[in-house]
């Protein structure tokens, strides 16, 4: 393995990250051009079938010009983790180094792309029987009574989890009650401690796309909108016509395609109690604070290359990170 930043052969994994808004996509499609390599998509919700234009994934011309992988292949209702995304997108990586030399992994999920390219700990996944409970538990008491019994067993999780996020909290307190060990008056459960710390498997260079931010949010707003024109409102109306008829339908929806940014609020909006304006304001803002989550993200990752990509069109932006490449493997 290859400790970040540390050269190694020929052979490289390159990960492009950014805000979503950025112009991933676009760069990917010129990059795994320039690179003779395929994309290899790192997006917890693209994965998924059933909301290609609220997820935005590749177009249908962007992937035709060039192959995208992990893209569209869950079914509506599963649950993925970085751990299990990590798993099916390695054999990918082994595939592309060995017969073109590149990997290209591309996407705004951070901690999947760091599960890919390097070892990480993670605790044991929960019994689904454990989650149910806790997930009953949240719609009868409220998502605060949750979030107290898990300030009470790990005040860390607890702080670093939106109290009003019952995904995040029943995932955390099923992980804490599971695994959780009591050694005196201290309790521990089993973190991610190597989180920013990896050690790669292969030489690995990721970069960063950045833009100034009134550019990159005015990209947002102008996407939010041709998503609602272009028929986001009625995937989602098909997702749970096919799914959500159901009070355990709906909560197996928060645990898979659910968590996409906006289904809540299209869903509200198809039971009457939002307007397709307010919809769109905050669909907007959700997605504005999602993309400054990201960035922070990315700007912890150790040695990713931080590109403004102001004024640049994505063939020069891949030929820059193509030159790049090229100069970590001289």
Not at 80 to 86: C, F, G, P, R
Not at 169 to 180: D, E, G, H, M, Y
Not at 286 to 304: D, E, F, I, S
Request: hydrophobic residues 45%; contains cysteine.
């Amino acid at each position: 393995m290859v400790r970040a930043g540390v050269d190694a052969a020929s052979q490289m994994v390159v990960g492009v990250l950014g805000p979503t808004g950025v112009g991933k996509t676009a760069v990917g499609v010129e990059l795994a051009a320039m690179l003779g390599t395929r994309v290899i998509s790192c997006d917890s919700l693209q994965i998924y079938r059933g909301l290609p234009i609220l997820t935005n994934q590749p177009s249908g011309a962007e992937r035709c010009g060039v192959r995208h992988e992990m893209v569209g292949i869950a079914e509506p209702l599963e649950e993925w983790s970085a751990a299990q995304y990590a798993r099916a997108v390695r054999p990918l990586i082994e595939q592309d180094l060995e017969t073109g030399g590149a990997a290209l992994l591309v996407g705004g999920t951070g901690l999947y792309m760091r599960a890919a390219v390097a070892p990480l700990a993670a605790p044991p996944p929960a019994p689904r029987v454990l989650q149910q409970e806790l997930e009953a538990r949240a719609a009868i008491e409220g998502p605060a009574a949750l979030h107290a019994e898990l300030s009470r067993l790990d005040p860390a999780a607890a702080a670093a989890i939106d109290p009003r996020n019952v995904r995040r909290l029943v995932r955390a307190l099923a992980v804490v009650k599971t695994s959780v060990s009591v050694e005196g008056d201290e309790v521990r459960w089993s973190g991610r401690s190597d989180l920013w710390d990896p050690i790669y498997y292969h030489h690995t260079m990721l970069v960063g796309l950045t833009l100034p931010r009134t550019e990159l949010y005015a990209r947002i707003n102008l996407r939010t909108q041709h998503m609602l024109q272009q028929g986001a409102v009625a995937e989602v109306a098909a997702i749970l016509e096919q799914h959500g008829r159901t009070e355990e339908g709906r909560r197996a929806l928060e645990r898979g395609i659910g968590k996409a940014i906006g289904f809540r609020l299209l869903a509200a909006h198809l039971e009457g109690e939002m307007s397709l304006e307010e919809v769109e304001e905050k669909l907007s803002a959700a997605t504005r604070a999602y993309a400054r989550r990201q960035l922070t993200w990315m700007r912890k990752m150790p040695g990713v290359v931080i590109m403004s990509i102001c004024g640049l069109g994505p063939g020069a932006v891949a030929a820059d990170i193509v030159a790049q490449v090229r100069a970590g493997n001289e």
